[in-house]
């Protein structure tokens, strides 16, 4: 079965610190991958997706980038952290091809930024 | 401007009921619909999801219904059970971007509190 894992599940970083986190899925190959992030009080919001390993889409200009090094994995980074950035940062896995495949979400990282 | 509305913050039913969340959209762009639970601390888990070619879709306990001229879909849990309690989430897309990548657009929650 797939499976799909996030870390690290909470952190505490200060303003302008860099930020990199990871996500790996097993059980399945050449998976569409997608960054979310849920700001206090708001709903769920696509950051970047990618369709294959270096192809990354933003969806929303901000301080964070994207890269997929490897076929499953997928990471989030920052050069320097606002306090705008705390939040819950999910990674969320979907099977490629024709149609629509449910996507498959990590436990997700709490970011607070002080 | 938010696309996907899930009206009630909270819903509390008894064990053995039937749990009816309700969810409002306002994109006619949206073609596949989906509903997540979630667990504090935990990611959504995906439930079931329905195409805008189906009014109904069963899994199990779960239904999940859409009307498409009301733009209003809801999810059916019968009978609800005690560990059902969490916040279930309302999402849909309306296209592929890439390789069959979409966005998800989700409501803010419901959540489920089903009493013994």
């Known amino acids: 079965s797939q499976t799909i894992h996030q870390w690290p599940a909470t952190l505490v970083q200060p303003v302008g610190s860099p930020l990199s986190l990871e996500c790996t899925v097993e059980?399945?190959?050449?998976?569409?991958l997608y960054w979310y992030r849920q700001a206090a009080g708001r709903g769920l919001q696509l950051l970047f997706y990618?369709?294959?390993?270096?192809?990354i889409s933003s969806e929303v200009p901000q301080n964070l980038s994207a890269s997929r090094p490897q076929d499953r994995q997928f990471i989030l980074s920052s050069k320097k952290l606002l306090l705008s950035d705390s939040g819950f940062y999910l990674c969320a896995w979907s099977s490629r091809g024709q149609g629509y495949w449910p996507q498959h979400f990590g436990d997700g990282t709490r970011l607070s930024i002080l | 401007d938010q696309q996907v509305k899930q009206n009630s913050p909270s819903l509390s039913v008894q064990e053995g009921r039937i749990s009816i969340l309700n969810c409002d959209y306002t994109n006619s762009m949206f073609d596949y619909f989906l509903w997540y639970k979630k667990y504090p601390a935990e990611g959504p888990t995906f439930l079931i999801s329905?195409?805008?070619?189906?009014d109904k879709n069963e899994d199990g306990r779960f239904t999940v219904f859409l009307n498409k001229s009301a733009k209003h879909l809801s999810l059916h849990i019968v009978p609800s059970q005690p560990g059902d309690s969490a916040v279930y989430f309302c999402?849909?897309?309306?296209?592929?971007?890439?390789?069959?990548?979409?966005?998800?657009?989700f409501g803010k929650g419901t959540k489920l509190s089903v009493i013994p």
């Open positions: 999402a849909a897309s309306g296209g592929y971007s890439g390789a069959g990548s979409y966005q998800l657009t």
């Open positions: 059980g399945t190959s050449n998976p569409n």
């Open positions: 329905i195409s805008s070619i189906k």
């Open positions: 990618s369709v294959g390993i270096g192809q």
